[in-house]
T-cell receptor, first 114, second 113 residues
Framework: AQSVTQLGSHVSVSEGALVLLRCNYS??????LFWYVQYPNQGLQLLLK??????LVKGINGFEAEFKKSETSFHLTKPSAHMSDAAEYFC????????????FGKGTMLLVSP | DADVTQTPRNRITKTGKRIMLECSQT?????MYWYRQDPGLGLRLIYY???????NKGEISDGYSVSRQAQAKFSLSLESAIPNQTALYFC????????????FGPGTRLTVT
């Protein structure tokens, strides 16, 4: 079975600062990895995905993530935070099997201060 | 128009009542899912369906049931609601085998008093 750990339930940054949200996964087979964002009172929106192609994945709104197999990590970064990035972010993992489902981390709330 | 819709968006009900949450999609996806979200716990899978005749229990199915009325419709029922079922409920769709990302509806906020 796969699992996801997101380090830090809350991360605070200043506007213009680097954003780093951490995600580590556990999987016995090659994983597929995702980052979703949830803005207040909305559903989850796919930010980016890793599906065994390039290890550095670019997503929407200037976010990117790098798959590091040796570290079992898939951290999300953005060079310069914007106020509109304030939201909750979820990392999720799936595997290639007939009955695979998404397993989510507990989420990280990103707070951006002016 | 939204690809994945959920009704109602908000609902307050009393302990012991039966309640149904509905999900419809226009994406033409085969797979549909129901999750609940609780603060600090992330999303947990309640039930999922890979097609109309294939329904499976998820991590936390006790106290819930589902119905896949058509490819586009997947309903979640609470037979006898209890207060600890107060949560935000999401429906999601997935295109099919070999496609791993899921697409989410806007959610239903359910309060059981």
């Amino acid at each position: 079975a796969q699992s996801v750990t997101q380090l830090g339930s809350h991360v605070s940054v200043s506007e213009g600062a680097l954003v780093l949200l951490r995600c580590n996964y556990s999987s016995s087979v090659p994983p597929y990895l995702f980052w979703y964002v949830q803005y207040p009172n909305q559903g989850l929106q796919l930010l980016l995905k890793y599906t065994s192609a390039a290890t550095l994945v670019k997503g929407i709104n200037g976010f990117e993530a790098e798959f590091k197999k040796s570290e079992t990590s898939f951290h999300l970064t953005k060079p310069s935070a914007h106020m509109s990035d304030a939201a909750e972010y979820f990392c999720a993992v799936s595997v290639d099997s007939g009955y695979s489902t998404l397993t989510f981390g507990k989420g990280t709330m990103l707070l951006v201060s002016p | 128009d939204a690809d994945v819709t959920q009704t109602p968006r908000n609902r307050i009900t009393k302990t012991g009542k039966r309640i149904m949450l509905e999900c419809s999609q226009t994406k033409g996806h085969d797979r549909m899912y129901w999750y609940r979200q609780d603060p600090g716990l992330g999303l947990r899978l309640i039930y999922y369906s890979f097609d109309v005749k294939d329904i499976n229990k998820g991590e936390i199915s006790d106290g819930y049931s589902v119905s896949r009325q058509a490819q586009a419709k997947f309903s979640l029922s609470l037979e006898s609601a209890i207060p600890n079922q107060t949560a935000l409920y999401f429906c999601a769709t997935q295109r099919g085998q070999g496609f791993y990302e899921q697409y989410f509806g806007p959610g239903t906020r359910l309060t059981v008093t």
